[in-house]
Structure formats: C-alpha cells, structure tokens
C-alpha cells in the first residue's frame, strides 16, 4: 500500500499545476525539426540553467553553511531521491571518497527502490513514503547528520516521508526541489528551490531539472568539503592516488606547495604513505614523516593551519 501525501489527489490534477509538468509550446513541433535545430534549442534551454541556481544562492548558501558544520562535528551528508533524482544523489556521493578520501559512510546516498534503481526503474517505489521513513531509520540517521532530500517536483512521497522521519530525529534537513512553494520546502528546515522552468520535453526532468539539481549537489558536497580542509587553496590535497595518473597529480600538488623538486616530493609521498598534506609538511618543514603528521594531527588535520602555525 502506498500512502497518499497530504493534500494529493488521484486523477493528477496536482501533478498538472507543478512548473515541471507544464508544456511549453514554444517546443510544439519538436519532433519536427532537425538535429541542428533541437541542438541549439537544447543548448538554449541549458544555458538558462546556471541563471537559475544563482537565483536560488540565496537559500543554497545557509544550506550549505549548515551542512558543513554538521559534518565538520562528525555528522555525515546523506541525499534521499528517487528515479533521475536518486541516481545523481548516488552519483555525487560515489565521486566524494576518490576525490576527497571521505571516509565510508561520510557521504553517502538513499535511491528509492535500491540500487536495482541505478539501472531500472522500480515501479511505484517513489509513491511510498512509508518506505521512505524505513530508509532513514535503516541508515540510522541521527542529531548530526545532514539529509537531503532531492525531488524535481518538490512532491516525492519517498524523499517527502525520508526527511520528515530525519527531522524527527534531529537530523538538519534540506530540501532540492524546482518548484516554487514545494510540499518538499514545507517538510524540511531549509528548502532550495530552482526554477528552471517547463522542460523542451514536458516533464522530463532528466533535462533543466536535472542539470540543476547536479550543479547545486556539486555545490554542497564540494564546498563542505572545502570547508573541511579537504583543499589547500585549490588543490585536492585529500585525493587517493591509486592510479598512475592520481600518483602523478599528487606529486605536482606536493611540489606545488613545497617548492619541492620531482624526487623530493616522489621521495616524501612514499616516506608519509602516499599523504598529500603529511609528505607537503616534512618539505615545508624539513622534517620527517612522523612528526609532520603530528604537526597535521594537532592541527586538526588541516594543512593551511599547520602550515602557518609554523
């Protein structure tokens, strides 16, 4: 049985009132016209996008400020979506641990459906929202943790039932919707809405949808971690090497900040155990591996701060 939201009615009628259900005629003879020209209309749409997420800067901001302080108290970043929505909460928390050595669970992502989800749709799983409060409980979400919920119609009864059970448990809610005055910003603390518009094909919000909510998931993961420490100014001094490429990208970022030559920063990398921020440090500070990594320990692990404690 999947459980009805407040205020939901069954013959669609407030589907059809949601800005992502609305059929733009500009976009009538579509099926029409010629690969040239749907490239262009396409990429006309796209480009309205960014101007969208800057509008919403003004809710986007405190989300993030508040998302980085829980994580930054150990609390971890979780995203809740279903269909097109869960599969880019699942895509930006896989790109986290090799990017920024998050440690497991950190950031993490909750599909409606499961990961069968990833690769094919789950009938009728986003409509219960009962099923959504399981999840968070199965995740064993908690007082410091940050959910966000993701739902390009803001009405999602799985992500609107999973951060209505986080909030009940303390959790700091967050909720990405393009929808203005979306059933999904009244079921969290702090609400994003991105009004990008009808989509060039009425309500698939893989499109505009999609890439906004991309580009504003980018945005929170990227700037918490930045708040983190997980940076030096713009170098990703957290990343794993565990490829040729990340080896070689980790040897420049140590050379980078140390003013090292090529086998001095080789030589550091292999002495801290392939740490970006320890192996900088004994350059920095012409010492061994042991004690830049107390210096880094005892700078909270950010390297900025043990770097100019010195």
Known sequence: MNPQMPGATNDGTELSALLT????????????????????????????????????????VPAIDAVSQRMSAGGRLVYVGAGTAGRLGMLDASECPPTFSTAPGQVSAIIAGGPQALITAVEGAEDDSVAGAAAIDAAQIGALDAVVGIAASGRTPYVVGAVTRARQLGALTVGLSCHAGATLSHAVD?????????????????????????????????????????????????????????????????????????????????????????????????????????????????????????
């Not at 320890?278 to 990594?293: C, F, G, I, K, Y």
């Open 190 to 310: 702090l609400p994003i809405e991105v009004l990008v518009g009808p989509e060039i094909i009425s309500g698939s919000t893989r499109l505009k949808s999609g890439t906004a909510q991309k580009l504003v998931l980018n945005m929170i993961s990227t700037i918490a971690m930045v708040r983190m420490g997980k940076t030096y100014g713009n170098l990703m001094i957290d990343v794993r090497a565990t490829n040729h490429k990340l080896r070689e990208r980790a040897r420049r970022i140590v050379q980078q900040i140390s003013s090292a030559t090529r086998e001095e920063a080789a030589a550091a990398l292999d002495a801290s155990g392939n740490d970006i921020r320890v192996a900088a440090l004994m350059l920095a500070q012409h010492e061994p591996a042991d004690r830049a990594a107390a210096r880094l320990h005892d700078a909270g692990g950010n390297l900025r701060t043990a770097l100019e404690a010195h």
């Open 21 to 60: 259900e609305s059929v733009d005629p500009r976009y009538a003879n579509l099926d029409t016209l010629s690969v040239s020209a749907l490239a262009q209309l396409m990429n006309d749409a796209d480009r309205t996008v960014p101007e969208a997420v800057r509008a919403a800067l003004p809710q986007i």
